[in-house]
């Protein structure tokens, strides 16, 4: 349903209040989350559940990720507008959209072709002018890079070095990095061409990274 009504703003605005009260501080992205209807990017028959602060499936066994995951990982990248941001993990869309409402420049990589399509297709009918791209996310985009600003959106097994060197220098990228069940978020900032800091915030739970350095070939 391409059609936001007063009631699902109201659960909108429920959500944000939600996720202040988790501790998502940056106005920017509480005020992006409340620009986007998720219910946009969720399986049409289960609208009533778009905002609700939970992962849930799409198509192809994925996910669309939880609202608080969303908020913590575009915090941690700190945008700003005119940012060349690359995304690993398009999955519904959702996280793209919220990342181009915030003026960023959007590059984002999906594996999976069902989703790559709907998601395309998706952005045009919203009128988002987001590039998707059909691929392997875990070896990144070099043919794009430098980036501002990388977020993946799936589990990796450790921090890809394909990823960072294409981070510009001052550069972030969030990750979360681990086993399986859970994960790390990593933030990367590259602050010289050899010289990268690492933080740490919080754990969570993501489906797999796939391809080249991924869990599976
Ligand atoms: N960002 C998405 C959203 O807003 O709905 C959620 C993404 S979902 C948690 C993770 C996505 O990463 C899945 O759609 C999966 O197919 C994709 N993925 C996994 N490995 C990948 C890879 N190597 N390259 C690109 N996408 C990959």
Do not use: C
């Not at 394909?162 to 001052?170: A, D, G, P, V």
Request: proline share 5%; hydrophobic share 40%; glycine share 8%.
């Amino acid at each position: 349903m391409l059609k936001d009504t007063y009631k699902l703003k109201g659960q909108r605005a429920q959500l944000v209040k939600e996720l202040k009260n988790e501790g998502i501080t940056s106005v920017n992205v509480l005020k992006a989350i409340e620009a986007v209807p998720r219910h946009f990017f969720f399986p049409k028959d289960f609208i009533d559940k778009a905002y609700e602060n939970i992962a849930f499936p799409i198509d192809n066994g994925q996910t669309i990720s939880q609202p608080f995951t969303v908020a913590v990982q575009t915090q941690l990248l700190d945008i700003k507008p005119g940012d060349k941001v690359l995304e690993i993990g398009t999955g519904s869309g959702y996280q793209s959209a919220i990342l181009k409402v915030m003026g960023a420049n959007v590059y984002s990589i999906e594996t999976v072709k069902i989703l790559h399509t709907k998601a395309k297709q998706l952005f045009k009918k919203l009128g988002l002018d987001i590039v998707t791209i059909l691929g392997d996310g875990s070896l990144g985009f070099p043919e794009l890079a430098p980036f501002d600003k990388i977020i993946m959106t799936a589990a990796a097994p450790k921090l890809l070095n394909s990823l960072t060197e294409q981070l510009k220098i001052k550069g972030k990228l969030v990750a979360p990095v681990g086993n399986l069940d859970v994960q790390k978020m990593i933030l990367v900032t590259r602050n010289g061409d050899n010289e990268y800091i690492q933080t740490t915030h919080g754990r969570f739970n993501f489906v797999p990274l796939t391809g080249t350095n991924g869990w599976s070939k």
